[in-house]
């Protein structure tokens, strides 16, 4: 028996002790509003069998849940509170160790969507998917995984952010945000708003709108693929919404920061700040699984609770392929074939997800996926050996242009249980972007560093704790965070987990894991080059058609 969660996002009965923006005063005139207007309009009784799949995707979310909370270590899951997320790991599989394709927006969700290495999606391998025109693009002949949903018999659609061509979701008929979006700007709207409950309202509408939209389209008995996509954790927030709108203590978090992060105080604020956005996403899924347990689905939809990538405007957060940017948070429910309370150690990748999603619909992705099936794994009784048990991770361009010539900075990385192993092809380039306007000695306002990404290090998006480092970059005992931050890095690293989970000292050069070390650059060679990489051919990533010096 499942627990009820409110509209009032997804607070269940046992979490309305703890604080939140909110109210039971909103919840009754909501639910009237939706489910006696409205759903009783559109829930259909499924005469196909299939499952539907609701994909909640959050923008730059990282690995952040309460339920990966770990009293041995202690970090910013102390401090969050994700009852909706916890619900769906308990009822279904929590994976602890999830890994993006690549850090960065683009390439990250193609390779979701394709199954495919995020190198293997042509234009879409970059952020912003830059190619010359007139030239052939593989991306082109890839379908991917929502049409092939689409012509197996599926209704499919996506709220929010999409960050491919509107052609992956069948166009941008199939792209339903009418109902609004100020769940993307959470923090600044409920901050500027005179009448908070009412804000609060307006945005629980919106959620359920869009999505009550989509349903309105749904043909009787038609499985659905439903792709929801805010970018409220994403750049920018407001300074202290954390606490002043989720109840987040930044003082709570001492001790409990990242180690590659200075513990003060305005850093702390703003990772309080962020993990209050995170709280948002998670009630904002709790809304949309309520409705379609209302109109009694939910046993027969596929739940995932997802990210693109890791935390922004942090060190070693997105665009690094170390976990802090790479490994993000992930929970799938199914009760038809995901036993409940499972728990995955090893490392998946979210390329993963569309050969799962496929599989369950009976069938068969026509792109060559890399991703593996994950249900066999998942089944009561089953356990990780049925996994492939490591993650390829890599990028290419992100910011542009973040370097002199819009280059790249190309890292391939394998991340197995026990280590990482990270290849720099280029390690004479900034890895966090040019310095721009940062030197020895002098460097832009704070105001510009905390608001202009291209300030400096333009692959460290802007952020108040960007500004201050580089204000103090120079401060007693501030070389070692700075050489994390945006330091150049060498060709080869390799980070024991088991006494680094931090990845904080690099082994590639300790004659005592000269085995390891080849045996992982050999591995992920290997799959660069029987998955045809361009980073193995000329550099092709630094030429046409892939490499504008110029993006329009």
Known sequence: MTRRFDLAYGISQHDKKMKSPFSRSIVMPIAVFVFGQTLSCVAQTALDSRPNVLLLFADDLGCYASAYADPKRPSPNDIIHTPVFDRIAKEGALFRNAFVSSPSCSPSRAALNTGRHFFRNGSHAQLHFP???????PFDDIKGMPLTLRDGGYHIGLTYKLHMR??????????????????????????????????KQQI????????????????????????????NTHRKWT??????????????????MPPVLPDEALIREDMADYLGEGMAFDAACGVLIQMVEEMGELDNTIVVISGDHGIPGFPRGKCNVHDLGSRVLLAIRWPKKIASGRNVEVPVSLIDLAPTFLSAAGLESPDDPDGQNLLPALAPGADDSKLRSWALIGRE????????????????????????YVKNFKPDRWPMGDPYGVTETSEPSYDQLANDTYAGFPDIDSSPTKAWLVAHRNDPGMKTFIQYAWGKRPAEELYD????????????NDPAYVETLVKLRDQLMEEL????????????????????????
Do not use: C
């Not at 979701?169 to 409950?197: M, P, Q």
């Not at 973040?402 to 190309?410: E, I, K, T």
């Open 529 to 552: 080059k029987v998955n045809d990489d361009p980073r193995l051919d000329g550099d092709a990533f630094d030429q046409a058609p892939r490499h504008l010096m110029k993006r329009k």
């Open 166 to 199: 509107p052609s992956m979701i069948g166009g941008k008929e199939n792209i339903y945000d009418s109902a609004g979006n100020n769940l993307n700007k959470y923090s600044r709207f409920l901050t500027e708003a005179d009448d908070k409950d009412a804000a």
């Open 131 to 137: 190619w010359q025109k007139g030239v052939p693009d």
């Open 397 to 420: 361009v992100h910011a542009q242009p973040a370097r002199d010539g819009n280059l790249s900075y190309p890292i391939r990385a394998l991340r197995t249980p026990d280590f990482l």
């Open 497 to 508: 987990l088991a006494k680094d989970p931090d990845q904080m000292t690099n082994l590639a």
């Open 204 to 231: 629980i509408a919106q959620v359920q709108g869009n999505f009550r939209n989509f349903l309105a389209k749904r043909e009787k008995g038609k499985p659905f693929f439903y792709s929801f996509n805010p970018t």
């Open 239 to 256: 300074l202290g919404s954390g606490r002043n709108l989720w109840g987040i203590n930044p003082d709570h978090l001492k001790g409990k």
